[in-house]
């Protein structure tokens, strides 16, 4: 199971670091990706990171803003958010493929993830 936390309130051009936790697997083995969805779209793909952490993906919106990175002592995967701006406001979920030792899929279709957090909500605005 896959825990997303770290979402808030920010003002427009602030910062958020979330964070992307599991319980019963270990973070390390595999790829994660974070998505986002905000009212009234559909979910998207954001970042994703290799099991290896060799390979990062970003959607292109938040390139040179979001980076994401692994802590295998921590077994957590981070999304550090630079210059926010309000449509980036969503909830924003972690998750897991089925395989192990994997890359990305660099499409981040949803159905290459089996395993998802329950989302964090963040809120972007003035």
């Known amino acids: 199971q896959l825990q997303a936390s770290g979402g808030g309130l920010v003002q427009p051009g602030g910062s958020l670091r979330l964070s992307c936790a599991a319980s019963g697997f270990t973070l390390n083995y595999y790829a994660i990706g974070w998505f986002r969805q905000a009212p009234g779209k559909e979910r998207e793909g954001v970042a994703c990171?290799?099991?290896?952490?060799?390979?990062?993906y970003y959607k292109d919106s938040v390139k040179g803003r979001f980076t994401i990175s692994r802590d295998s002592a921590e077994n957590r995967v981070y999304l550090q958010m630079n210059s926010l701006k309000p449509e980036d406001t969503a909830v924003y979920y972690c998750?897991?493929?089925?395989?192990?030792?994997?890359?990305?899929?660099?499409?981040?279709?949803?159905?290459?993830?089996?395993?998802w957090g329950q989302g964090t909500l963040v809120t972007v605005s003035s």
């Open positions: 998750a897991a493929p089925p395989t192990m030792l994997s890359d990305c899929d660099d499409e981040f279709r949803e159905t290459f993830y089996t395993y």
């Open positions: 990171i290799s099991s290896s952490g060799a390979r990062t």
